[in-house]
């Protein structure tokens, strides 16, 4: 059988040690904030990021990995593997997958293959878990393409911010709409899908707002991670509350990074499932 090498971005927020263990290759986003130009780091890294964040007016911007970042891993990875699977955030949130693309159409390589997972965070991370076990198990090239296609289908993101200022910042709302939302204590409910961020709706408290996504989660669901930002005692009161209502789902907690978690800002808790 081939051996088959899985590629992903930093969006997926896989931690250090699971990359080494597994030999996942990460290809890093990058952001600019203050002036400095940092690359995505894993899960763990992103506590004073967020910090420095909360005590400032600034806002970063973010860009996809460059075309040569993608090329030099995919030609490293084929001197010691026969095929590479990329799986990648949204091609509707970012540039990443057009630059793996370009990557892969300057090698002139069909062993390599790139997913464009249609999602981001910890689904992304399901995803490249899957792969990595179904390669581990022999599965081939198309058998792995054809359950990540179909997996991705299944999976949900909701998410909600404790203030609407950053979704300001960020060019997601106006001044004007966010005081108001502030006043009147207006939590969004954020929606990935068909790859794209979307407003579902608007709650008035965080309790409300917390409610109303365990509400959208499917009784038959496997896994569910609770995503958050510098928010880790709600994620666990939360985690608990989730074990009581779904015995059966693996439920972990995942930091969010800068390139997701910018929009949302400090305490945005949320869950990926499928």
Known sequence: MSKIKIVTDSTSYISKDYIEKEDVAVVPLNYVFDGETYLEGFKGEFDDFFRKLENSNLFPTTSQPSVGDFHQVFKDALKEYDEIIAIV??????GTYNSAVLAKDMLEDERVTIIDSETSASNLRFLVEDAVEMAKANKSSEEIIKHINNKKNSMKVFLTAATLEYLKRGGRLSALQSTIGNLLNIKPIIELKDGQLQLLEKVRGKN?????????????????????ILNLEEAEKFKSTLEEKFPKASITIDDLGPVVGSHLGPKAIGICFY
């Open 89 to 94: 955030l949204s091609s509707k949130l970012s």
């Open 208 to 228: 409300r707002a917390t409610s109303k996504i365990i509400s959208y989660i499917h009784e038959n669901v496997e896994k569910i991670s609770i995503c958050h």
